[in-house]
């Protein structure tokens, strides 16, 4: 072979292997499997691919892309076996906080579990007399902490409370729409008499309380909470949460209450609080826990903080998903909307059951 001959021959295999190391530089490189039933949640989320195993990406990216298109559509996250599969904004960013409306709620029911889990707070069947002695009303004394968690306290719904005097005496001073524990009727008032008696207990507002024994362990230190004339958190609405954190609070509720092998809420509580206790219908396809709205969805228990014109927090425990969105849409059915419908259609059927042999 000619000095030519060989130096073109050397050149060519040298080109190819350079090519070829090249393209397995840029090959995706395999993720881990993180204990997702016990992340660090005080950590950022670690990223994931959004065609790794148990996703179908086309159907997964058409739901994204429908989301994205949807009017008022904000932003929404991601988070499958741990990993931040996605992250999308059309209004705001990751430094943004969204008002989330009753998501509010689920979170003040994690609260009362604390609470009670701490001691602070005897159990759930506690009356509301037991905290108020001066209440005459006998029918409202009975009134338990678990008839407001349930919203079958029989309070009458005005969310004008927050501009009240005194919010408490406004509230109670309606009467009853009927027996506490006969019925369920959605009541943002009801839940601010929650945050009463939470105060009552812990002598800590909601968001006081929250600042030493939740958000801190997650993380979370950017946020608002807003508060009526006697200091005392709205229990209704009134939180506004970072996106990654929502994310955080439900993935909280994915690993049964635990951060890192640390016990931030009782498993025993998030079971509870998440089962459908008062269910909507006879095929129990919708319900109600302690502020959690439950369902079944395309045969699938799913378990959501929802609030009003789209805030969702849904969690999927068979899929191992844990998805966040904000809107700001007319719903079409109480909190459920076209969002809302995106989510369960495209993008959570787009996530295969997870093997938890």
């Known amino acids: 072979m000619s000095h030519y001959k060989a130096s073109k021959y050397l050149f060519g295999l040298f080109l190819f292997f350079f090519i070829f190391l090249s393209c397995e530089d840029k090959a995706d490189p ?3 499997v993180l204990d997702w039933r016990n992340l660090d949640l005080s950590q950022d989320f670690k990223t994931g691919s959004r065609n790794g195993e148990g996703i179908d990406p086309e159907k997964f990216e058409e739901g994204i892309t429908i989301a994205k298109s949807l009017t008022g559509f904000h932003t929404i996250g991601v988070i499958y076996k741990g990993r931040l599969v996605t992250e999308e904004y059309t209004i705001g960013d990751i430094s943004t906080q969204y008002y989330v409306w009753s998501v509010t709620k689920s979170v003040l029911s994690a609260l009362v579990g604390i609470a009670i889990d ?12 037991s905290y108020y002695s001066s209440v005459t009303d006998s029918l409202k004394g009975k009134i338990t ?13 005005d969310v004008t409370y927050m501009s009240a005097g005194y919010p408490l005496q406004f509230i109670m001073d309606k009467e009853l729409l009927y027996p506490s524990g006969t019925y369920w009727n959605y009541t943002s008032a009801g839940t601010h008499v929650l945050s009463y008696v939470l105060t009552a207990s812990t002598q800590e507002s909601a968001k006081s309380f929250a600042d030493t024994h939740l958000f801190p362990k997650l993380g979370i230190t950017d946020y608002t909470w807003d ?6 958190s709205n229990g209704g609405f009134g939180l506004s949460l970072r996106m990654r954190d929502m994310l955080k609070f439900g993935q909280l509720f994915l690993q049964k209450g635990k951060s890192a092998g640390q016990e931030i809420i009782s498993s025993s509580w998030i079971n509870k609080s998440t089962s459908m206790l008062i269910p909507f219908d006879a095929s129990q396809s919708w319900g109600y826990g302690y502020l959690w709205w439950t369902a079944k969805v395309n045969g699938v228990n799913i378990y959501n903080a929802l609030g009003y014109a789209g805030q ?3 969690i999927v425990p068979s899929k191992a998903l844990v998805i966040a969105a904000t809107s700001n849409s007319v719903p079409v059915d109480g909190y459920v909307n076209e969002l809302y419908d995106t989510i ?3 993008i959570v059927s787009s996530f295969s059951l997870i093997n938890d042999k």
């Open 227 to 232: 508060q009526d004339a006697y200091g005392i």
């Open 145 to 157: 902490v678990a008839e407001l968690l349930t919203m079958s306290s029989g309070i009458p719904d």
């Open 118 to 129: 701490k001691g602070l707070m005897a159990d759930e069947f506690q009356s509301f007399s």
């Open 312 to 314: 969702f927090i849904i």
């Open 344 to 346: 369960m259609d495209k």
């Open 30 to 32: 395999v993720e881990s």
